[in-house]
């Protein structure tokens, strides 16, 4: 498409509009839902401009029709908008097509539609669109079993038509529209567990379907595919009161893409050329142009087709060893905590999940503010407000779970909306070991291989005030230690470098991109190395040690979908990356990496060093919210 674009680029405003909408379209599929959505509302401009009614209403249609999943209520705004064109051009076709996508959307916000499903799917088979036939009559088979007066009612429609098994061909979405409807029914019948096994399935074959992609990028993208069956499970296990399943669904749901085994993508000239070039002076046209061919590059990588299965609660046990687990999960309006160790496993309820709202809403502007060199008082007043904001947080989450963990280092496991929280800086887990891991499943698939911590390499970015004395000095702790100062500090050189050594200390100015969180990145004497750099290494360090402001920050993707530069080193192979998701004063780093280092090169876990070089929180010194993730 974007061959064919440079091609008819010049062919008229109207053929631009054209393969805008079509472009658009593959990027909505990829879960790019705001550049593929303003692509087609741009389309849908461009063709009103020119009384183009049917045109402009192809385009709302084809918008509306993927925003069913993320954002019903405007799905349902725009096919109607849609439905009004095709009834102006005398489109009727069309027109049952527009009132189709504004059926599903009405069920999926949990409306009650105001059509009848199966009198829109008959004429929708009539035209030969089979598969948005028997989506729509899936919809309204879910409508049905939502509707509070229909629960006790028989499943069958009121046509008498039976649905049957959805082929396998089928597409991944009606697909797992079948087991949810499948899952509802049972769960309607009394029948929860045989609803959790519809949903288990479901997942399942979303995620031979997601390991066909190597891209970190793209399988996080289309995670949402699978979002809807995840939510309802961790929903029901939290409802049912059972430790063992909600400890599972915990697992199920953040693994929606840390389930798909990673590959090693081959070495692509192109897009390390590209990368090179994005990191000089460009113009915003051409930096766009490059943001885009980068990640289609990368989107080409063939996936491994391998998906690991998520541990049960009791072979986490046997293995667990000295620590203690915590899954916390946040789902059906409450925070309940799943505490696990080698001779215990208990449910912990913490409350209503408005509770977070407030403590959490300010939390990042409170560490950024309590990281700047403020007056005396001011500076005091303010970590003051971060400190009774920590405790309450800590009181909520923690405070609860610290009879059952005892004195053993802990393994994190958070929902995705506690992604902000600085463990280690509350009350029950300062100078205790914490590791904060994507899934309990992937922290001892790493835990099974020894640490290697027998080299280090230390990269000192430009304008850090203290970034050379930090690596200096951190580096005397290790025998063997390679430095990249100033202007050796190169991006091609620290991608060496990173292949070459088991720790690696990174010191720079650090940026999280929200947007496109590989576009995440430190810099360097020639420009930003970025996340992109990262998946493309030969080999990548055990451990990374991030002395940079926000790079431990991660966006949310579909829910529990995390991604920036953490995910995308422990993507690459990393074993542990120490990283902070807010501002750091220079100070606060220098003291605290220094130490740490000295820890490793004893022989320390990087959760054990961690704990023994964070100074105490106090009012009087800015705060250093570093974490351990694995």
């Known amino acids: 498409m974007e061959a064919a674009y440079r091609l008819l680029a010049d062919a008229g405003y109207l053929v631009t509009a054209v393969c805008n909408a079509d472009r658009a379209e593959v990027l909505m599929a990829a879960g790019?839902?705001?550049?593929?959505?303003?692509?087609?509302?741009?389309?849908?401009?461009?063709?009103?401009?020119?009384?183009?009614?049917?045109?402009?209403?192809?385009?709302e249609l084809a918008l509306a029709s993927h925003l069913v999943a993320?954002?019903?209520?405007?799905?349902?705004?725009?096919?109607?908008?849609?439905?009004?064109?095709?009834?102006?051009?005398?489109?009727p076709g069309l027109a049952l097509r527009a009132r189709a996508v504004a059926f599903e959307a009405a069920v999926t916000a949990r409306e009650d539609p105001s059509e009848d499903g199966e009198a829109l799917a008959g004429p929708l088979e009539e035209q030969g669109l089979n598969w948005p036939a028997l989506r729509v009559r899936l919809q309204a088979r879910l409508a049905r079993i939502r509707s509070a007066e229909n629960a006790g009612l028989p499943t069958r429609p009121a046509s008498g038509r039976?649905?049957?098994?959805?082929?396998?061909?089928?597409?991944?979405?009606?697909?797992?529209?079948?087991?949810?409807?499948?899952?509802?029914?049972?769960?309607?019948?009394?029948?929860?567990?045989?609803?959790?096994?519809?949903?288990?399935?479901?997942?399942?074959?979303?995620?031979?379907?997601?390991?066909?992609?190597?891209?970190?990028?793209?399988q996080t993208n289309v995670a949402g595919h699978g979002r809807t069956l995840a939510r309802r499970g961790l929903e029901l296990a939290v409802e049912s009161g059972e430790t063992d399943a909600l400890f599972e669904w915990s697992e199920r749901s953040r693994m929606v893409a840390s389930r798909v085994q990673p590959v090693r993508p081959p070495s692509d000239p192109q897009l390390a050329a590209d990368l090179a070039e994005l990191r000089g002076e460009v113009t915003p046209e051409r930096e766009a142009e490059l943001r885009e061919q980068i990640r289609q590059r990368a989107w080409r990588v063939k996936g491994?087709?391998?998906v690991s299965e998520p541990?049960?609660?009791?072979?986490?046990?046997?293995?667990?060893?000295?620590?203690?687990?915590?899954?916390?999960?946040?789902?059906?309006?409450?925070?309940?905590?799943?505490?696990?160790?080698?001779?215990?496993?208990?449910?912990?309820?913490?409350?209503?999940?408005?509770?977070?709202?407030?403590?959490?809403?300010?939390?990042?502007?409170?560490?950024?503010?309590?990281?700047?060199?403020?007056?005396?008082?001011?500076?005091?007043?303010?970590?003051?407000?971060?400190?009774?904001?920590?405790?309450?947080?800590?009181?909520?989450?923690?405070?609860?779970?610290?009879?059952?963990?005892?004195?053993?280092?802990?393994?994190?496991?958070?929902?995705?909306?506690?992604?902000?929280?600085?463990?280690?800086?509350?009350?029950?887990?300062t100078g205790r070991p914490v590791?904060?891991?994507?899934?309990?499943?992937?922290?001892?698939?790493?835990?099974?291989?020894?640490?290697?911590?027998?080299?280090?390499?230390?990269?000192?970015?430009?304008?850090?005030?203290?970034?050379?004395?930090?690596?200096?000095?951190?580096?005397?702790?290790?025998?063997?230690?390679?430095?990249?100062?100033?202007?050796?500090?190169?991006?091609?050189?620290?991608?060496?470098?990173?292949?070459?050594?088991?720790?690696?200390?990174l010191a720079a100015h650090g940026h999280h991109s929200a947007d496109n969180p590989l576009f995440s990145g430190l810099e360097l004497a020639d420009g930003t190395w970025y996340g992109y750099d990262i998946d493309g290494l030969s080999a990548v360090p055990d451990v990374v040690l991030l002395s940079a402001c926000e790079v431990g920050r991660s966006t949310i993707r579909w829910g529990e979908e995390l991604i920036g530069l953490v995910g995308a080193w422990l993507h690459a192979g990393a074993r542990a990356v120490i990283a902070s998701p807010a501002v750091v004063a220079d100070e606060a780093a220098y003291e605290v990496f220094s130490r740490l280092h000295g820890a490793l090169a004893k022989g320390l876990a990087p959760a054990e060093a961690l704990a023994e070089s964070l100074p105490a929180a106090t009012a009087d010194a800015p705060p250093a919210p570093f974490v351990c993730f694995s």
């Not at 697909?175 to 399942?204: F, I, K, M, N, T």
């Open 32 to 59: 790019l839902t705001r550049q593929g959505g303003e692509m087609l509302r741009q389309a849908a401009e461009a063709y009103g401009s020119k009384g183009q009614r049917q045109r402009q209403g192809e385009a």
């Open 70 to 91: 993320t954002d019903p209520a405007e799905a349902k705004r725009v096919a109607r908008s849609a439905l009004g064109w095709f009834e102006e051009a005398k489109a």
């Open 162 to 218: 039976v649905i049957g098994p959805v082929p396998p061909e089928a597409p991944i979405d009606i697909r797992l529209l079948e087991r949810e409807l499948r899952a509802e029914l049972a769960v309607a019948a009394g029948r929860a567990v045989a609803g959790l096994r519809e949903l288990r399935a479901g997942l399942d074959d979303f995620h031979l379907w997601q390991s066909s992609f190597g891209s970190l990028d793209l």
């Open 304 to 306: 491994s087709g391998q």
């Open 311 to 429: 541990i049960s609660l009791p072979d986490l046990r046997e293995r667990i060893g000295n620590h203690a687990l915590v899954a916390y999960v946040v789902a059906a309006g409450r925070i309940v905590a799943v505490v696990a160790t080698d001779d215990s496993s208990t449910r912990i309820d913490l409350g209503e999940q408005a509770a977070l709202g407030s403590l959490l809403g300010g939390l990042l502007p409170d560490l950024d503010v309590a990281a700047t060199d403020l007056p005396g008082p001011l500076g005091a007043a303010v970590r003051g407000d971060l400190t009774a904001r920590l405790q309450q947080l800590s009181d909520l989450l923690v405070a609860p779970v610290l009879d059952r963990i005892g004195d053993r280092p802990v393994v994190l496991t958070p929902s995705a909306v506690l992604a902000t929280v600085p463990w280690t800086l509350l009350s029950g887990f």
């Open 435 to 505: 590791t904060v891991a994507q899934s309990a499943t992937a922290w001892l698939s790493r835990a099974d291989t020894p640490l290697r911590a027998t080299t280090a390499g230390f990269v000192a970015g430009p304008r850090v005030m203290r970034a050379a004395d930090e690596v200096t000095k951190s580096a005397t702790a290790w025998s063997t230690a390679h430095t990249l100062i100033g202007a050796d500090a190169t991006a091609t050189a620290v991608s060496a470098l990173a292949a070459e050594v088991d720790v690696l200390h």
